[in-house]
């Protein structure tokens, strides 16, 4: 199966967010997302990606 098979099609949904950094694991819930119903591959807006990194790192 390639690329090809997929049509991509992502719905707004709320998601887990989980980054680590320096062997800490920082996990955030109910972060707005664009989701792909067949890959399950998660679309951040830009703003969002700004404001989950402001929380992480200003920890």
Avoid: H
């Amino acid at each position: 199966m390639d690329d090809t098979d997929f049509q991509k099609t992502f719905v707004d949904a709320f998601v887990t967010y989980s980054e680590e950094i320096a062997g800490k694991v920082y996990i955030l819930e109910n972060v707005p997302a664009r989701v792909c119903q067949e890959t399950g591959e998660k679309l951040f807006v830009l703003e969002m990606v700004d404001r989950l990194q402001e929380i992480i790192w200003g920890q």
